[in-house]
């Protein structure tokens, strides 16, 4: 064990929440509490919270996603999950308390990063970042020099945009808009053409099998079933990677427009460094197939996958604590 104090870099996503100890991912659960309503307690977090969606039978049990669109909406559940988690890693962490960074969407309110602050000061001495600053140091960009690094994270709940020099964010912006809006737009898209309902999951399901951001050499088939619109009886339904590129494209189209604003934003000498540099894209929705050229074509500017795009924002974080001393006045 390094000394009395840990540290941890923690990435408190809407879907997954992760924590890196020196270098490795020691916690990636989803981000969801089960809560017996009577008896005001925890019943389980993380996967097994998750197994119990929509199976459990009594009524007082409820299951919570305590982030959402990136920001924290159950405090206290936030808190409790937090405290679970950082426990559960174990070791000296129940006598000393470790040295946490923990991370927040770019360009929240200062209420709403307060209460990101607040759940963690529970676990341990809570240090903040923001997502694309976190993000742009653990895929080791020069973040540091003058030269304009952009990030862009592709999370579940909302997507990021931010061009980074001199340890700060030059311009930025988020969008309360991510993978599960994506979900959604496959599952209306099966409500207007076939007249069928799918939920979420199953949406998400397509999405990961087939799904694509543009067309694709080789169309994939997915099978599933759907709830049809009228009987209300289960009927099969057969989702090709066309009609998700068809189903996706409205949403992507506000997720450039975002990505396309910061650009603008930027001053000049910065954005043609990008230009030559390229944007970094991370979190799991970089993952959807051909997103790297559908934004590269949408925004005129070569875009590239990174290579650790789940763990970045967490193994980030962890990196800042051991520059705290110069990062200090950068954050907030
Ligand atoms: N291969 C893939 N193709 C498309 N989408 C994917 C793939 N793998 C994961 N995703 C999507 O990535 C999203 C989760 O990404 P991530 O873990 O980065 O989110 P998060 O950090 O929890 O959320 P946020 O950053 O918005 O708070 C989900 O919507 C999931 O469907
Ligand atoms: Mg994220």
């Known amino acids: 064990m390094a000394g009395f104090s840990r540290d941890l870099g923690i990435d408190l996503g809407t879907i997954t929440l992760r924590i890196v100890e020196n270098g490795e991912m020691v916690v990636q659960e989803p981000t969801i509490v089960a809560v017996d309503t009577e008896e005001q307690k925890i019943v389980a977090v993380g996967e097994e919270a998750l197994s119990m969606v929509g199976r459990v039978q009594e009524e007082s049990i409820d299951v919570v996603r305590p982030l959402q669109k990136g920001v924290v909406a159950y405090y206290e559940l936030t808190e409790l999950l937090l405290d679970h988690l950082v426990r559960k890693i174990g070791g000296s962490v129940r006598i000393f308390k470790p040295r946490i960074m923990i991370t927040h969407p770019y360009g929240i309110t200062s209420v709403e990063r307060r209460a990101v602050h607040e759940a963690a000061l529970q676990s341990g001495d809570a240090h903040l970042i923001n997502q694309p600053l976190a993000a742009a140091i653990g895929i ?7 030269t304009g690094n952009m990030v862009v994270c592709m999370g579940g709940g909302c997507t990021q945009a931010a061009v980074i020099a ?25 409500r207007r053409k076939y007249g069928m309902y799918i939920g979420q999951r199953t949406a998400e399901m397509v999405k990961l099998r087939v799904g694509a951001a543009v067309p694709q050499d080789e169309e994939q088939t997915v099978e599933l079933q759907g709830q049809d619109q009228v009987t209300g009886l289960p009927r099969p339904l057969t989702m090709t990677t066309s009609e998700t590129v068809e189903a996706l494209q409205p949403t992507l189209d506000e997720i450039f427009e975002m990505i396309r604003r910061v650009l603008e934003k930027t001053p000049p000498e910065l954005a043609s460094d990008i230009i030559d540099r390229g944007v970094a894209l991370c ?11 559908l934004m590269t074509q949408k925004l005129g500017v070569p875009a590239y996958l990174v290579d650790n795009p789940m763990s970045c924002v967490a193994d980030g974080a962890l990196k800042a604590l051991a520059i705290y001393s110069t990062l200090q006045r950068h954050l907030q």
């Open 283 to 293: 979190g799991g929705g970089a993952l959807l197939r051909g997103m790297d050229r």
């Open 140 to 146: 080791d960009l020069p973040v540091a020099t003058p």
């Open 166 to 190: 001199m340890n700060d964010v030059v311009s930025g912006e988020s969008l309360r808009v991510g993978g599960l809006d994506l979900d959604d737009a496959i599952a209306s898209y099966v």
